[in-house]
């Protein structure tokens, strides 16, 4: 009597027991197991994160602490006199005690780079478009913007005095000039950074010229753009007190000329101590408005530099 074939495979000892046991326990298992598997896996995910973060934020913390204290026992240990370097603790001090003249100084510089910086955010664009937008306005406008940072901007500072008076209108023209060459050529470059094969399908599909610029030529600057504002929202502090320095009569960068010669050496310290918390803050909130304007392109650098250490 002939028999099937799925008769003679069922009386076959199965070639690897071990694995038939683990299909078959896991196959029982299936669902218990995964209710197990999930939890841990996302708590060892948030357990990354939090390190990732801890590491990311302690070990500048770390070693920005490591250098004050190094700072304060040198100076305590070597007997250093104060006018000539003041401890951090001393700093901290004048931070509090001078802290009603140092505000309303401090409000002067930020008023001075936040217009500053506005006027030369507007005019960076203004003229990133042109050149963008036309081959006739780039060979023209281009040459001149790169020209214009040949030019000291210290040695123009004391003109436009002549020119504009010891007002606020002399900082905000060096925090625009300061300002406004990174914006301007980080955007050009972004505009010009479009893929031809888009330009090609949006021709293609009818778009004009006006619509490939302004639904795919400054969609693909912005990125290009916020790296211009960063760096020119750092430097703007700079402008500033260079600014202040020439001719002025309130600011940090006034208060600092003016208390070099009376050996005010802590007050110096807390003024530069409070305009590297400015430029800081200013960079800081140039990152978040990144985030809110173009999450998409956080995105996808965050997925890039996923695999770094």
Known sequence: MRRSVKEIEQEQPSENPVSDGLTATASEASG???????????????????????????????????????WELWVQLGDVPKWQLP???????ELLDSRALLWDHTLVTLQEVALGFLAALAAGVIVAALITYSRVLESSIYPIVI????????????????????????????????????????????????DPDMVRMMRTLGASRWQIFSKLQVPTSLPFMFSGIKIGISVSVIAAVIGEWVGASEGLGYLITYSQPLFLTARVFAAIVLLSIMGISLFVLASVLERVMIPWYHTEKKSKSSGRI
């Open 32 to 70: 218990s197991s995964a209710i197990h598997v999930w939890p841990e896996a996302n708590r060892n995910g948030r357990m990354g994160a939090a390190l990732l973060r801890i590491r990311s934020w302690g070990i500048p913390i770390a070693i920005l602490a490591v250098l004050v204290g190094a």
């Open 87 to 93: 401890a951090p603790s001393a700093v901290a001090v």
């Open 147 to 194: 020209a214009s940072q040949t030019v000291p901007v210290i040695a123009i500072a004391p003109l436009l005095l002549i020119w504009v008076g010891y007002g606020i209108e002399p900082k905000i023209i060096i925090v625009a000039l300061i300002s406004f060459y990174p914006i301007a050529v980080n955007t050009v470059d972004g505009m010009k950074s479009v």
